[in-house]
């Protein structure tokens, strides 16, 4: 159907009107820049984590946990770098341009801290086309805001998610289950709006955390696993259960497996080894 001359001239009405008003609306972003932020330009710098924190990751799970030093200074680090880049999209920027062009990797591993120390406490695993992508204490929605970046772009085969640990612990504030579960969600089928198939991992175990010590996380990490294990037999990916690894009778982490009750020591992601690669190989084979 034609558009008559009336309705033609007052959509071009209304479409001068929007650019009117937002011409100053631009040059009023242009000049605001929030007090205590980096400006976001692609050459804005990564807030250097604390040298405590530097040292953890290639000792996490080994030592008892940190002191109430490293705490505070990891705790002003984590609020610089929400102020800067919440999602953390500059942790991997360098090391994914780095990727850009080359070999497309096998699988890529997200999640958060247990996801980033995986690589230093078993080097061996990632290697030939197995990249990390973990980022100590985010939470779902984190992860969510870089999945474009940290996983898509990359275009792997598989992508392992593990995350869950720091939602339930509120790093980022409050977390229901249905926000947590809609993250999830929305990492899942963008993944395989892409073709890219999914290991879709339970939250490990813990029964306390050493950062949030009111907490009392063991009953919600189950009902959180069991709905993952659910999800994952709807979208076709496969589940890897950690958990079950790794637990003591109290769904605590077994003090043997990690010092500070949340992180997997050495014989702990020995143990989780063999699980991560049976899962990866089982969704190679998916179609």
């Known amino acids: 159907m034609r558009t ?11 479409l ?24 976001l330009t692609a050459e804005a710098p990564c807030p250097a984590p604390p040298e405590a924190l530097v040292k953890r990751r290639s000792l996490v799970g080994e030592p008892p ?37 080359g070999a497309r990797p096998r699988i890529v591993l997200i999640g958060d801290s247990i996801t980033e120390y995986w690589k230093s406490r078993d080097p061996a695993v990632f ?11 985010q939470t779902t929605p984190q992860i969510l805001l870089r999945f474009y970046q940290d996983v898509i772009a990359l275009r792997p085969r598989v992508v392992h998610i593990m995350a869950g640990t720091n939602d339930i612990a509120g790093n980022t504030g409050p977390m229901t289950d249905a926000r947590f579960q809609n993250n999830i969600r929305a990492m899942v089928e963008l993944a395989q ?30 009902a959180w696993n069991a709905w993952l294990r659910a ?25 043997d497996l990690g010092a500070d009750g949340v992180h997997p020591s050495a014989a702990g992601y020995a143990l989780m080894d063999p699980l991560f690669l049976s899962a990866w190989a ?6």
């Open 4 to 14: 008559k001359p009336k309705s033609r001239h007052r959509a071009g009405a209304l």
């Open 16 to 39: 001068m009107t929007l650019a009117m008003a937002v011409a100053p609306l631009g040059a009023v972003k242009a000049q605001y820049k929030p007090a205590g932020t980096t400006p």
């Open 65 to 101: 946990p940190p002191s109430a030093e490293d705490l505070q200074a990891y705790r002003r680090y984590v609020e610089v770098q929400r102020a800067n880049d919440w999602p953390g999209l500059c942790r991997y920027a360098a090391d994914n341009q780095s990727l850009a062009g």
């Open 127 to 137: 290697a030939d086309g197995v990249v990390d992508r973990g980022v100590s204490g």
């Open 193 to 222: 709006a892409h073709g890219i198939k999914v290991v879709l991992a339970s939250i490990p175990p813990a029964k306390a955390f050493y950062w949030q010590p009111e907490a009392r996380p063991a009953g919600r990490i189950k």
């Open 231 to 255: 999800y994952a037999g709807e979208r076709g990916a496969v589940f890897v259960d950690y958990h079950a690894a790794l637990a003591d009778a109290d769904g605590g982490l077994k003090p």
């Open 282 to 287: 089982q969704a190679e084979r998916r179609r």
